[in-house]
């Protein structure tokens, strides 16, 4: 069995770069996204959130109803007794016996004033109840129209990226499978600490990609010498040539544009 070749230097620095240029057009799709799928996910939070507040809303309405229809209770109630009572006194042997039912009719009669007192502030609480059940009702149609809205905007850039972005992933993972371990282990770390993601870049006008620092003509040849691995000294993104950069942009393209 033929012992495997070691790639050579200038192989390892277009396969970073191809691995790079796959993972930043992942990037660009997932940021075409954006906060989209998070603010779907709020959204529907919040939906449910109104929905639950209405449930309860409608829950406390219906004790309040409940409340009433007890105090109306207690009113027919009250109001039988001091008919009794007022029909006892018709046959009472003496005063104390009426005063005594007198007292009672009285107490009766307190009973329903506090029961209508009651039901003039439980129609108070439904009214105001209703006010608000009326304003989370308006809210929860506008969260809903929103939420709609965002839904198919996430689900039109999905369909349009879905089927790439999976393609891409595959390759990405192709290609870590192509570099050694130590580098692909620097590759995303340094991808990992730097905003836009790019830890491999060409030189552009004497400095590393994205960079205002000067690369010394020296540091220039032996990157374009493609003998080692050279990292900028500033940022520590792992630097290419252009001319390997734009065969590999070249390549890719086309393998992009077959997604």
């Given at each position: 069995?033929?012992?495997?070749?070691?790639?050579?230097?200038?192989?390892?620095?277009?396969?970073?770069?191809?691995?790079?240029?796959?993972?930043?057009?992942?990037?660009?799709?997932?940021?075409?996204?954006?906060?989209?799928?998070?603010?779907?996910?709020?959204?529907?939070?919040?939906?449910?959130g109104l929905?639950?507040?209405?449930?309860?809303?409608?829950?406390?309405?219906?004790?309040?109803?409940?409340?009433?229809?007890?105090?109306?209770?207690?009113i027919e109630?009250?109001?039988?007794?001091?008919?009794?009572?007022?029909?006892?006194?018709?046959?009472?042997?003496?005063?104390?016996?009426?005063?005594?039912?007198?007292?009672?009719?009285?107490?009766?009669?307190?009973?329903?004033?506090?029961?209508?007192?009651?039901?003039?502030?439980?129609?108070?609480?439904?009214?105001?109840?209703?006010?608000?059940?009326?304003?989370?009702?308006?809210?929860?149609?506008?969260?809903?129209?929103?939420?709609?809205?965002k839904k198919?905007?996430?689900?039109?850039?999905?369909?349009?990226?879905?089927?790439?972005?999976?393609?891409?992933?595959?390759?990405?993972?192709?290609?870590?499978?192509?570099?050694?371990?130590?580098?692909?282990?620097?590759?995303?770390?340094?991808?990992?600490?730097?905003?836009?993601?790019?830890?491999?870049?060409?030189?552009?006008?004497?400095?590393?990609?994205?960079?205002?620092?000067?690369?010394?003509?020296?540091?220039?040849?032996?990157?374009?010498?493609?003998?080692?691995?050279?990292?900028?000294?500033?940022?520590?993104?792992?630097?290419?040539?252009?001319?390997?950069?734009?065969?590999?942009?070249?390549?890719?393209?086309?393998?992009?544009?077959?997604?």
């Open positions: 069995m033929a012992k495997k070749t070691e790639a050579t230097v200038e192989e390892k620095l277009r396969t970073l770069f191809d691995l790079q240029l796959i993972d930043s057009r992942i990037d660009e799709i997932r940021n075409v996204r954006g906060e989209l799928p998070l603010e779907v996910e709020d959204l529907e939070d919040e939906v449910e929905k639950t507040r209405l449930e309860k809303l409608h829950g406390n309405l219906d004790e309040i109803h409940e409340q009433i229809s007890n105090k109306k209770n207690l109630e009250a109001k039988s007794l001091i008919k009794k009572y007022t029909e006892q006194q018709k046959n009472v042997r003496n005063n104390r016996e009426f005063n005594s039912l007198s007292k009672e009719i009285e107490y009766q009669e307190l009973e329903i004033q506090l029961a209508e007192k009651n039901i003039k502030e439980f129609k108070a609480q439904i009214e105001q109840k209703k006010e608000v059940i009326a304003q989370t009702k308006e809210k929860l149609s506008e969260r809903e129209t929103h939420l709609k809205h198919s905007e996430l689900n039109d850039i999905l369909a349009e990226t879905e089927k790439e972005e999976k393609a891409l992933m595959d390759k990405s993972a192709e290609y870590e499978g192509l570099i050694e371990p130590r580098l692909l282990s620097a590759y995303k770390r340094i991808r990992g600490s730097v905003k836009n993601g790019l830890a491999v870049v060409p030189i552009e006008r004497g400095a590393s990609g994205g960079s205002f620092f000067t690369i010394p003509p020296q540091v220039q040849m032996e990157i374009a010498s493609r003998k080692k691995i050279i990292t900028d000294e500033h940022s520590g993104r792992i630097l290419v040539d252009p001319a390997l950069a734009d065969e590999e942009k070249v390549k890719m393209d086309e393998m992009f544009s077959g997604f």
